[in-house]
């Protein structure tokens, strides 16, 4: 064999390895045909990766690391970049400028920093589709975020500080298939606040404070599937509240303070209700509740708090006169 041969091999290698297949050192990279992703999840990083990462990046993680900071000039060494994970470091704050250069960007997920405030145009400039911004410390949100023509289908802002539905920014968002609000502050459902989100399919707003709903603060949300309203304070709901969601397969009032339901509530298409943890007072105020979890085909496990005799036993195994209702 010619001994040139492992020679080739080995230049060829080298070119592989530090040529234009680089990646950043604490960094490991997949070379698709399509796509370049580079992923980053060592804890001792602090600065940016810029060194090695491939220009022709289309996904990069950077996750679990010391990352304080990241420049529209970082980014902007790899604008083919497609989807940006950042989970986990410790951002504090983000230039406005950030994604002025990612004509592809769709996807932003920034879970798990420690953002604060954001600067008003902050996501504008790229085409997204999905931006999760879970769990860090946001007590608003800025009507100019995204443009006016956003496509966003899936906004998750859970896990923060907010005290009202960014009713400003979901006006633009007549796209948005899924929309997370769980874990913040919020009190009320106005009307209005949700009318633009006509494709919404998913709704979380488990784990806020929410003590009141406009009876028709869902009513332009029809194509909703699931609908997340355990760990609030209600204590009733609008009659109306659920009417003309047709689509609903899945409605979560579990742990609220609900004491009766008024007869009509429950749309006759809602195929499963969570019903459990609340403070059920049997009596024959509940008689609508009672008839309901007769005739639905999957009910949960709903048990009366009040009166005392009364206290813990399952409603719907109750007779007419236990709950003191004629006969
Ligand atoms: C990325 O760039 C390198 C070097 O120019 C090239 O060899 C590779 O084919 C490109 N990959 C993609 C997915 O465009
Ligand atoms: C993280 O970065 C800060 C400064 O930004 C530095 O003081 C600290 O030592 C770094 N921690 C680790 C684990 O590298
Ligand atoms: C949303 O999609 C439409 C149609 O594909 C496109 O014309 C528009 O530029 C997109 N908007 C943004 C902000 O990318
Ligand atoms: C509602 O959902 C269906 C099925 O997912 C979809 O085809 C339709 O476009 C949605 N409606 C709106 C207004 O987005």
């Given at each position: 064999m010619d001994s040139r041969g492992p020679l080739?091999?080995?230049?060829?290698?080298?070119?592989h390895c530090y040529g234009a297949l680089s990646c950043p050192v604490r960094c490991t990279?997949?070379?698709?045909?399509q796509s370049i992703e580079a992923v980053c999840p060592d804890a001792a990083l602090s600065r940016y990766p810029?060194?090695?990462?491939?220009?022709?990046?289309t996904s990069l993680t950077i996750q679990f690391t010391n990352l304080s900071s990241v420049s529209a000039q970082d980014l902007g060494a790899t604008p083919l970049l497609q989807e940006l994970h950042l989970p986990g470091n410790t951002l504090s704050s983000l230039p406005e400028d950030l994604l002025s250069a990612l004509y592809y960007l769709h996807t932003i997920d920034l879970t798990g920093n420690q953002l604060k405030e954001l600067p008003a145009r902050v996501f504008y400039h790229a085409p997204l589709l999905n931006l999760v911004l879970k769990d860090n410390r946001l007590t608003s949100v800025d009507v100019d975020?995204?443009?006016t023509n956003s496509n966003l289908t899936w906004l998750d802002l859970s896990g923060n500080k907010l005290r009202k539905i960014p009713s400003a920014l979901l006006q633009r968002l007549s796209h948005l298939e899924t929309l997370h609000l769980s874990q913040n502050l919020l009190e009320?459902?106005?009307?209005?606040?949700?009318?633009?989100?006509y494709a919404l399919e998913r709704l979380y707003l488990d784990e806020n404070k929410l003590h009141f709903l406009d009876a028709k603060a869902f009513s332009h949300n029809t194509n909703l599937t699931h609908l997340f309203l355990q760990r609030n304070k209600l204590q009733s709901l609008p009659a109306t509240v659920f009417h003309g969601l047709d689509r609903l397969q899945y409605l979560d009032l579990s742990e609220n303070q609900l004491t009766?339901?008024?007869?009509?509530?429950?749309g006759l298409g809602i195929s499963w209700v969570e019903l459990t943890f609340n403070p059920w007072h049997c009596d024959a105020k509940i008689e609508y509740l009672w008839k309901r979890l007769n005739n639905m085909a999957v009910k949960s496990e709903v048990k009366c708090a009040s009166p005392e005799p009364l206290k813990n036993?399952?409603?719907?195994?109750?007779?007419?006169?236990?709950?003191g209702l004629a006969d």
């Open positions: 080739a091999l080995a230049l060829i290698l080298w070119f990279c997949h070379f698709g045909i810029s060194d090695g990462l491939p220009g022709n990046t975020w995204l443009p009320a459902l106005p009307a209005e606040s949700l009318h633009s989100l009766f339901l008024i007869p009509g509530t429950l036993k399952a409603l719907a195994a109750l007779t007419r006169k236990e709950l």
